[in-house]
């Protein structure tokens, strides 16, 4: 118990369990409305997306994570307009976007003068090396979802279970579509830090759906997947640090092995 305590006399650590913290709120509320509204796979082309802004600020040489932001929030908007204006299948939209940010990212990489960047921490996630400057980010983050649900539950309620209810009772659905996928992609990208562009669709799941082994309740499930998503990143960060292993996986692997073996426990024990 020394030990773990003694952890928190490194800068870097701290930082790496605020990041924690953070990304738990935020991926915890997200990531329920996401599996609500069975838009999974919406999350995942933002998410792969994201890489074509990465490669483009390696190009022009500014901040990875703001290209990451542009092409994010421009391929979120850009499903929902294909999807609800152009009329093209939501599958089919989500490829787009999807094979469009990964190919224009590898092509900017390529292009990026000198030695080829190290993507590592960007693809899979590296807690440890999270900045201030993007904690602060992340935190703004938390508090603007926090204020817009709270806010806005009931009607954020109604359209992520039945949408052509909530148009006849006259929400203005699209609008909140549309700042919802904003939201989602902001989250995206900036927990990329914490878990990666590869296993971020995970971090958006997984607490949810071991949040659902015990509760139905919309309201419940956000706040159990935020516990459930703060348990398995702070456990999955000890293990990476003792063991020496990628945080990002080790964060996955643990949420993994909670839901398990809480699913287990469910289903001898209900």
Known sequence: MSNLIELFAYDFFVKAFLAAVFASISCGIIGGYIVSRRIVFVSGGI????FGGIGLAFLLGFNPLLGAVLFAVMSALGIQFFTKVAHVREDS????????????????????????????????????????????????LNVVIILFFAFYFRKILYIAFDEEFARAAGLPVSLFNYLTI???????????????IILILSLLTIPQATANLFTKDFRKMLVLSSVFAFIGTI???FFSYYLDIPSGAAIIFTLVIIFALLRLYKHFFK
Request: aromatic content about 12%; proline content about 3%.
């Open 235 to 237: 456990s999955g960060l």
């Open 93 to 140: 939209s989500i490829a787009i976007w999807w094979s469009l940010g990964m190919a224009l990212g590898i092509i900017f990489v390529f292009l990026t003068p000198g030695y080829t960047p190290n993507l590592m921490s960007y693809l899979f996630g590296n807690i440890l090396t999270v900045t201030i400057s993007e904690l602060v980010w992340m935190f703004i």
């Open 182 to 196: 904003t939201l989602i992609a902001l989250t995206v990208v900036l927990n990329i830090r914490v878990v990666g």
């Open 47 to 50: 998410t792969h997306a994201s």
